[in-house]
T-cell receptor, first 113, second 116 residues
Framework: QKEVEQDPGPLSVPEGAIVSLNCTYS??????FMWYRQYSRKGPELLMY????GNKEDGRFTAQVDKSSKYISLFIRDSQPSDSATYLC?????????????FGQGTTLQVKP | GAVVSQHPSRVICKSGTSVKIECRSL??????MFWYRQFPKQSLMLMAT?????????EQGVEKDKFLINHASLTLSTLTVTSAHPEDSSFYIC????????????FGPGTRLTVL
C-alpha cells in the first residue's frame, strides 16, 4: 500500500465548475499537507499548505485536512481553462514542512472552455 | 523571489555516458536541496537530500555510486548520472529550502533526460 493515494484521473470539467481533488494517506505522523500544481514538463508550484487539521482558503482555492479520516482535499471554485494541470498532494512529518515530502501520484485536471 | 533553476532543461545522451545536471537557487541561499525523479504519469520520488558541505543522504534503493550529488556552495547542487542506461531516462527535479527561513521547498523546472 502506498503511503499517499491519489486518483490520477483524468478529470474533465466545464469552465466555472467547482473541482474537488482528494488524497488519502496511511501515515498518521504526517503533519504538513501541501498541494502543488504542475504544468506539463515543468516543476511543481506550491499552491497551498496546511498544518494539521482544518481548512485554509486562498482566493479560489480551499484546502481541507481531516486527520481523523486521513483525508485531504483541494477545492477550486470557478475553475478556469488555465487551471488545467496536474495537481499533486504532498505530505511531510517532522517539525516543519521543509522535511522529506511524500507525493501522491497526481490528478490530471482539464477545464474545458 | 525564491527562484530555482536547472540546467540543462533537456539532455539526450548515449548509453554508458555520464550526464551532469545543475540546480541553482538564483536569489537565495539554500542549505538543503533535494533531488527527485519523476517517471511519466507517476509521482515525484525523492532520490536524495543534499546539504551544503556534507555528503548527500540517499533514499533506500537509490545507488549513490550511480547518482553522484555534490552541494559545493549555498546556491548550487549537481546531480551526475554515471554510466547512464535507458532505464535512467526520466524527469529529474530539484528543490531547495531557503537558509534560515522555514517555509517550504521551492522546485526547479526539471531536466528531461533521455538515454539512447
Amino acid at each position: 500500500q502506498k503511503e499517499v493515494e491519489q486518483d490520477p484521473g483524468p478529470l474533465s470539467v466545464p469552465e466555472g465548475a467547482i473541482v474537488s481533488l482528494n488524497c488519502t494517506y496511511s501515515n498518521s505522523a504526517f503533519q504538513y499537507f501541501m498541494w502543488y500544481r504542475q504544468y506539463s514538463r515543468k516543476g511543481p508550484e506550491l499552491l497551498m499548505y496546511t498544518y494539521s487539521s482544518g481548512n485554509k482558503e486562498d482566493g479560489r482555492f480551499t484546502a481541507q485536512v481531516d486527520k481523523s479520516s486521513k483525508y485531504i482535499s483541494l477545492f477550486i471554485r470557478d475553475s478556469q481553462p488555465s487551471d488545467s494541470a496536474t495537481y499533486l498532494c504532498a505530505m511531510s512529518s517532522g517539525s516543519s514542512n521543509t522535511g522529506k515530502l511524500i507525493f501522491g501520484q497526481g490528478t490530471t485536471l482539464q477545464v474545458k472552455p | 523571489g525564491a527562484v530555482v533553476s536547472q540546467h540543462p532543461s533537456r539532455v539526450i545522451c548515449k548509453s554508458g555516458t555520464s550526464v551532469k545536471i545543475e540546480c541553482r537557487s538564483l536569489d537565495f541561499q539554500a542549505t538543503t536541496m533535494f533531488w527527485y525523479r519523476q517517471f511519466p504519469k507517476q509521482s515525484l520520488m525523492l532520490m536524495a537530500t543534499s546539504n551544503e558541505g556534507s555528503k548527500a543522504t540517499y533514499e533506500q534503493g537509490v545507488e549513490k555510486d550511480k547518482f553522484l550529488i555534490n552541494h559545493a556552495s549555498l546556491t548550487l547542487s549537481t546531480l551526475t548520472v554515471t554510466s547512464a542506461h535507458p532505464e535512467d531516462s526520466s524527469f529529474y527535479i530539484c528543490s531547495a529550502i531557503r537558509a534560515s527561513v522555514t517555509d517550504t521547498q521551492y522546485f526547479g523546472p526539471g531536466t528531461r533526460l533521455t538515454v539512447l
